[in-house]
């Protein structure tokens, strides 16, 4: 079956512009990660679902950044005023659950570039 | 606070060689490990987790509490082995993952 899904898979736009990412993850998985991974700061935790829910934002770096699930499926992670050091790889991962036993597969990326 | 530590940015070795990546961990709580690779123009992918216990790719990997450590090792590495490799700690009940700093894993012929 497909896996993970991200649009789109490259993203260039301007300093103070808004953006918004998109996720659609394997087909029944409930829970949903957003991670970024940059030069500087290699892979880093952002927000999870479970359902449609997101009990843990501690990782969002600033109130620029926000996320949101619908009907237990696709997400959209939004970030608005971009700014150049939001320039990263914004990762999607989709897992059947929260247990450690249940893989998180990634999807391909979105590469964001904030000139 | 929960952290995890690749001390290694570059690894490089011959083919045949032995490969160790290090990993160690900071985490007050029963920790939940796993290694993820990066092949090249590929996505992250699970390589294997501790509670598997198992071997992929002749890949092990021992959880060892009393140095905090899930060093990832080969006995013969293979050019095929070439990629970035990631050690990741599941914190707590959410299934978010905190990684670490990635190993570039060169294998030359």
């Known amino acids: 079956g497909a896996g993970v899904s991200q649009s789109p898979s490259n993203k260039v736009t301007e300093k103070g512009k808004d953006v918004e990412l998109r996720c659609d993850p394997i087909?029944?998985?409930?829970?949903l990660y957003w991670y970024r991974q940059s030069l500087g700061q290699g892979l880093e935790f952002l927000i999870y679902?479970?359902?449609?829910?997101?009990?843990?934002k501690s990782g969002l770096p600033s109130d620029r950044f926000s996320a949101e699930r619908t009907g237990g499926s696709v997400s959209t992670l939004t970030i608005q005023r971009t700014q150049q050091e939001d320039s990263a790889v914004y990762l999607c991962?989709?897992?059947?659950?929260?247990?450690?036993?249940?893989?998180?597969?990634f999807g391909p990326g979105t590469r964001l570039t904030v000139l | 606070a929960q952290r995890v530590t690749q001390p290694e940015k570059l690894l490089s070795v011959f083919k045949g060689a032995p490969v160790e990546l290090k990993c160690n961990y900071s985490?007050?709580?029963?920790?939940?490990l796993f290694w993820y690779v990066q092949y090249s123009r590929q996505r992250l992918q699970l390589l294997l987790r501790?509670?598997s216990r198992e071997s992929i790719k002749g890949f092990t990997a021992d959880l060892n509490k009393g140095e905090t450590s899930f060093h990832l090792k080969k006995p013969f590495a293979q050019e095929e082995d070439s990629a970035m490799y990631y050690c990741?700690?599941?914190?707590?009940?959410?299934?978010?993952?905190?990684f670490g700093q990635g190993t570039t894993l060169q294998v030359k012929p």
């Open positions: 087909s029944g998985h409930t829970a």
């Open positions: 679902f479970q359902g449609n829910s997101a009990p843990d």
């Open positions: 501790h509670i």
């Open positions: 991962a989709s897992s059947l659950g929260l247990l450690a036993f249940n893989e998180q597969f």
């Open positions: 990741a700690l599941k914190f707590g009940n959410t299934g978010k993952l905190i």
């Open positions: 985490y007050s709580g029963s920790p939940e």
